[in-house]
């Protein structure tokens, strides 16, 4: 039994992680200020823990001393904190860099000052840009479009400086993450929450462009399947590591398939692009595979699948 600190773990993917955690028998600990995460999250992480095996402590990884307490005791950190939004970091740069740099800083610090084994950092695919070469792989320059491309960008750096002062840290460029529990209210939701919201609604699902644009979506099941590797396999130090399926769907293409499962059709309702968005997104998971061990177990249809009948079911 080892002890983890899922920072964001209110939030959509830390939610998932911490529940895998404790059906392993670990001993959690979530930092969440509740600011984008949900206690509905912390209910289903209580209700997956045996007692004594899971602690929240509210807090904001702004607060250096609020980091230190949180790693004290943890052999792992999952850093999944962070505000995830590109029209976001376009309205508020100076929050998102706060919370997704300077935070993430106070994380690794507070890490290292404890003695943790390992940090696993989430990145993002924004880092990559709207550059032309598919599949996106780690050699290729970052070219960030946002705020939030270049915070996360600004994160792998220091968590690569990190691994050089003796905190064993991955990053893990998280590819358009989907599944059971990701929020469709907010207004900077995801795209596949938001056109489930809206087919069980009777509305028309919105797109910002034409449709045409591709995204290698990546099922949640699959992003936690790399934390714990990056965490226990022990290579890939101080490396940021794409994490996806390698395939693409244009948002077209998605909606066809959602409706299909939920038996109906829609036409969706078409708005102009919005600034920072990428056109086309795929992975090449070669890296992944190689240094954690790394294979997609979800494919897209099946996590589809699981994710609309989720909220057929719940949403």
Known sequence: MSAYLVTGG????????????????????VLDNLSTGRKENLDVIRAAAPVGRFE????????????RDACEGVEYVLHQAALASVPRSIENPSDTTAVNVCGLVNVLSAAKEKGVGRAVCASSSSVYGDTPTLPKHEGMPPAPLSPY????????YFARVFSTLGLGTVSLRYFNVFGPRQDPCSQYAAVIPLFAAAILEGKRPRIFGDGKQDRDFTYIDNVVDANLMACTRGTGDGQAINIACGDRYTLLDLLERMCGLLGTRVEPEFLPQRPGDVRHSQASIDLASRELGFTPRIGFDEGLKRTVEYYRRDG
């Open 56 to 67: 929240w402590l509210e807090g904001d990884i702004r607060s250096i001393e609020t980091c």
């Open 149 to 156: 491309a270049v915070s996360k960008l600004a994160g792998e």
């Open 10 to 29: 209110a939030g959509f993917i830390g939610s998932h992680i911490a529940v895998r955690l404790l059906q392993g028998g670990h001993r959690v600990r």
